[in-house]
């Protein structure tokens, strides 16, 4: 339950910047606790991402099926097949959508919990004092559309790099901010 308090311009009540640009980062207060509760959206970009791929998914392969299909077939045939093609085209389209908007990061004293899922919620928590390292990284596409994926790391022996990565938030604009953000979870005080 947390009330509208969202902190826009360039510095917060606690000095650090704020990302409340793009709706990326909100500051919001809790009634059950007195910790602050940061929380992190991502940017608008990621879901324009994903509906890029959606786009690359349906022209390679879902186009020269439909077209092989009217081709080879009659259409009392290839008709039946091209209107399931556009149901399952535009479900897939709505859940894209639904899926950017249920992804959230909530960052407190300690923790990071991120929150996801349409159908099927998922909810994994991490231990602020499990992250040992902060990574930045950005593909092809992310760089096109501007923003980056910040990886939460552990040290791990067993893994070939000797980390492992914790927990993967997408669409970032600005990783440094969110690494500040990362950095006060891990001393265990969270400055927005």
Not at 65 to 76: E, G, K, Q, Y
Not at 154 to 175: C, F, H, R, W, Y
Request: glycine share 6%.
């Amino acid at each position: 339950m947390t009330t509208g308090s969202s902190i826009s311009g360039g510095k917060n009540k606690a000095g650090s910047p704020d990302m409340n640009n793009s709706g990326n980062m909100t500051i919001t207060d809790t009634h059950e606790n007195d910790n602050s509760l940061f929380i992190f959206l991502p940017s608008p970009r990621l879901k324009l991402l994903y509906l890029t791929y959606l786009f690359f998914v349906v022209w390679i392969f879902v186009m020269p099926c439909l077209m092989a299909v009217s081709i080879l077939f009659p259409p009392s045939v290839s008709l039946p097949v091209s209107v399931a093609a556009l149901v399952v085209v535009l479900l897939a389209l709505t859940w894209t959508r639904k899926y950017y908007h249920s992804i959230r990061y909530h960052f407190t004293a300690g923790q990071i919990t991120r929150y996801s899922g349409v159908l099927f919620k998922k909810k994994i928590s991490i231990p602020c004092d499990q992250v040992h390292r902060v990574s930045t990284r950005r593909g092809p596409f992310q760089r096109i559309f501007g923003f980056a994926t910040v990886d939460l790391l552990t040290a791990d022996p067993t893994a070939s790099s000797g980390s492992l990565i914790l927990l993967s938030i997408n669409g970032v604009e600005k990783p440094d901010a969110l690494e500040q953000m990362i950095d006060s979870c891990r001393t265990g005080k969270v400055t927005g």
